[in-house]
T-cell receptor
C-alpha cells in the first residue's frame, strides 16, 4: 500500500551542526516529494520539493536527496539554528492522486 | 501577499453540535484540499475541491462530514453531530493548478475540540 514514513521520531542536534532527516516511501509510482516544517500550533510550511526525475535539489541551507532505487528521501539542513526546531514531514504524491500522503514526522530539537 | 486563511483558529463544540470550518485559498488559487491531523500524527487527506465541484472525497467519512467550495466565498468543511473523536486539527491547503506536481500551501489550521 501507499505509505510514507520517517526513520526517527526525534532528532536532537547542537546549534551549528548539520541535520539529516530521513524518510522512506513505499509507492514506486510516486513522482513528487515535498518536505514541510510544522511549528507548534501552526500549519505545515513548504520547505522544498523534488521531482522524481531529479536526485538532488538545493535551497537556502536545505538540500533534498532522492534515491528512487531504495525509495528513500532525505532533508539536510546546514548550520542548524534554534529556529529550525519543529516537526518535519515528508509527503509524496502519486501520478494518479490529488492527495499528499504524509508520514508521521520527525521532531527536530536544536539546542544552543 | 496573503496566504491561505482559515477561521476560526480554535473551535469548541459539545457532542451533537455542528462545526463549520472555513478556508480562503491563496489569491489566484482555485484548488482547495482539506486534511485532518490527530495529535502526534501526520496529516490525512480528506477532500479536494475546485470551485463548485468536489473532485475527490475519498478520505472523508461518508456520514456527518461534508464540504463545499461555492462560486463566491470560502470553502466550508461541515461536521454534523460532532463526537469526541472528531477532535483534531483541520488544515486547508490550496494550489494554483491541479496536477501531480503542483505545490500545496497550507493554512494555519482550525483546532476543533469536542467536549
Amino acid at each position: 500500500g501507499e505509505s510514507v514514513g520517517l526513520h526517527l521520531p526525534t532528532l536532537s542536534v547542537q546549534e551549528g551542526d548539520n541535520s539529516i532527516i530521513n524518510c522512506a516511501y513505499s509507492n514506486s509510482a510516486s513522482d513528487y516529494f515535498i518536505w514541510y516544517k510544522q511549528e507548534s500550533g501552526k500549519g505545515p510550511q513548504f520547505i522544498i520539493d523534488i521531482r522524481s526525475n531529479m536526485d538532488k535539489r538545493q535551497g537556502q541551507r536545505v538540500t533534498v536527496l532522492l534515491n528512487k532505487t531504495v525509495k528513500h528521501l532525505s532533508l539536510q539542513i546546514a548550520a542548524t539554528q534554534p529556529g529550525d526546531s519543529a516537526v518535519y514531514f515528508c509527503a509524496e504524491k502519486t501520478q494518479a492522486g490529488t492527495a499528499l500522503i504524509f508520514g508521521k514526522g520527525t521532531t527536530l530539537s536544536v539546542s544552543s | 501577499n496573503a496566504g491561505v486563511m482559515q477561521n476560526p483558529r480554535h473551535l469548541v463544540r459539545r457532542r451533537g453540535q455542528e462545526a463549520r470550518l472555513r478556508c480562503s485559498p491563496m489569491k489566484g488559487h482555485s484548488h482547495v484540499y482539506w486534511y485532518r491531523q490527530l495529535p502526534e500524527e501526520g496529516l490525512k487527506f480528506m477532500v479536494y475541491l475546485q470551485k463548485e465541484n468536489i473532485i475527490d472525497e475519498s478520505g472523508m467519512p461518508k456520514e456527518r462530514f461534508s464540504a463545499e467550495f461555492p462560486k463566491e466565498g470560502p470553502s466550508i468543511l461541515r461536521i454534523q453531530q460532532v463526537v469526541r473523536g472528531d477532535s483534531a486539527a483541520y488544515f486547508c491547503a490550496s494550489s494554483r493548478l491541479a496536477g501531480e506536481q503542483e505545490t500545496q500551501y497550507f493554512g494555519p489550521g482550525t483546532r476543533l475540540l469536542v467536549l
